[in-house]
């Protein structure tokens, strides 16, 4: 089916947005994991250009935007010459926005929404509390082994904004677990570790392009191994823009490093 092509992001919405905090670092951690429905008839078509963000997600302000992935879970993008399209879909788009902020004794979150947003789900470390007009306390949860405590929000008009104050500190290090090395706690989300940094989402795409005329084995090792380098330069300059702190820089460059050497 040849859908009519649009640029007007109006015709998508958010169905749910997941926000995952992680202060176990010297900054605040933020995984806010969006599950995107286009149900028009048109296909709405991104352009993507070296820095330029992904214009229906915005990252909470003042924080430091460090990229974008794709959920295991997504519908599937569609590669152009100059970005990615999203044809209309029954199931729902998929991607994690990853940010950080500085930790203070009080941390105010004000996430605007490019898109209407239908539901949200707050999951904190257990010992941190949030605060908002318009959240509603679930408690603490088990995810998987991992302690939450979790808040729901109503939904977010386009061009509003979701804000509350985060207070506290984690229980435990245990119980603030390194959510970019937990992959069964963002349930349904890739590992983090294939970090699309800034145009990445593009990068990422156009590469999955080419590799799908190759074999499915040499796909896979290449893709990993390109991602991981993307991510180790991508994080490179964050660092030197003073974007990141040395502790989270350092932390996370091992990692990537040490996922590089098993490809």
């Known amino acids: 089916v040849i859908h009519p092509v649009t640029d007007d992001i109006g015709v998508l919405k958010v169905e749910e947005l997941q926000i995952y905090f992680d202060l176990a670092s010297e900054e605040a951690q933020i995984f806010s994991v969006y599950f995107i429905r286009n ?35 997504s519908a599937g993008f569609v590669s152009t010459e100059s970005g990615f399209a999203l044809p209309p879909n029954e199931e729902a788009y998929g991607l994690i926005a990853f940010a950080s902020i500085p930790k203070s004794e009080k941390i105010k979150i004000v996430q ?7 539901a949200v789900s707050l999951y904190l470390p257990e010992g941190v509390s949030a ?12 995810l998987q082994g991992a302690n939450f405590h979790v808040y729901t929000a109503a939904p977010v008009e386009k061009g509003g904004a979701l804000e509350f104050t985060l207070s506290g500190k984690p ?21 983090l570790g294939i970090a699309l940094i800034a145009a990445g989402v593009w990068m990422y ?26 991510a180790i330069i991508a994080l490179d300059d964050l660092h030197r823009a003073g974007k ?14 040490g996922a590089l050497k098993r490809n």
């Open 39 to 73: 149900d028009s008839d048109q296909t709405l078509t991104i352009e993507m250009r070296d820095g330029q963000t992904i214009p229906f997600i915005s990252f909470p302000e003042g924080a430091a935007g460090l990229g974008y992935e794709t959920t295991d879970s």
């Open 112 to 118: 605007p929404a490019m898109l209407p947003i239908g």
């Open 131 to 142: 605060e908002g007009d318009t959240l509603t306390d679930g408690g603490i949860q088990d």
């Open 171 to 191: 229980a435990t290090v245990t119980e603030s677990p390194d959510i970019t090395q937990n992959q069964t706690v963002l349930i349904g989300v890739g590992g």
């Open 205 to 230: 795409l156009r590469d999955r392009k080419k590799l799908d005329e190759e074999d499915e084995d040499d796909e896979d090792t290449f893709e990993d191994a390109e991602s991981n380098l993307d």
């Open 244 to 257: 990141i702190g040395d502790e989270a820089y350092k932390k996370r460059r091992e990692e990537l490093m």
